[in-house]
């Protein structure tokens, strides 16, 4: 997928609505520096918006993914090598995802430890033992809502039971027993709970 090629295109189909950048993402709710990331190919829209976006534009998500109008004769090629290159890239995405939760989880996990192995050399009073040790624990607390997020986000999770894939609820990562990425879940296809496991690919 040409990212350059694409903000090229939505550049081209912002002024031809009579758009600038500001207006175009006072419309969409976002910043207008989001959008300049898209016309310099830096980023590419969110999928949340790709729809109103097309909207706006008078064109398919084909044509956008394209960075272009595809002609009808060449529309089911590009549009199976669009969706092709968009669950690539978000199964990269997924994967780059999941290796930051590690990191994250891995530095709030050293830095606790190394607050609690400090307190307890040091020559100093009781309280400032436990200050020490709530200050180093304090990352884990903060970052663990946000490893949580990734968790639920990045790629799927596979039920035991029926093999079904689909993205749970946050509120249900949240409170579900793990082992590592595998969690204990109700499955949203046969209802059923069995311990599931984490997958990158939805295929």
Not at 5 to 16: L, Q, S
Request: a positive charge; charged letters at 25%.
């Amino acid at each position: 997928m040409d990212q350059i090629k694409i903000g090229k295109f939505i550049a081209v189909c912002r002024k031809n609505i009579g758009l600038t950048q500001m207006q175009l993402a006072e419309k969409l709710n976002i910043t207008d520096r989001a959008v300049s990331k898209w016309e310099t190919g830096k980023a590419l829209p969110d999928v949340s918006l790709m729809l109103e976006l097309c909207d706006m534009f008078k064109i398919t998500v084909n044509d956008l993914l394209s960075g272009e109008v595809v002609k009808m004769e060449n529309y089911n090629k590009e549009l199976e090598k669009n969706l092709l290159e968009a669950i690539k890239q978000k199964e990269d995405s997924d994967k780059r995802l999941l290796r930051a939760e590690i990191v994250l989880g891995a530095c709030c996990i050293v830095a606790f430890i190394t607050s609690v192995i400090v307190a307890y050399i040091l020559p100093i009073l009781e309280w400032q033992k436990v200050l020490m040790i709530l200050v180093g624990l304090l990352p884990l607390l903060v970052a663990t809502p946000f490893a949580l997020k990734i968790e639920q986000k990045a790629g799927y999770y596979q039920c035991k039971k029926c093999n079904h894939k689909y993205v749970p609820k946050y509120s249900n990562v949240f409170v579900a027993m793990h082992l590592g990425r595998t969690r204990y879940m109700t499955c949203p296809n046969c209802k059923k709970r069995s311990w599931q496991k984490k997958t990158i690919s939805k295929d």
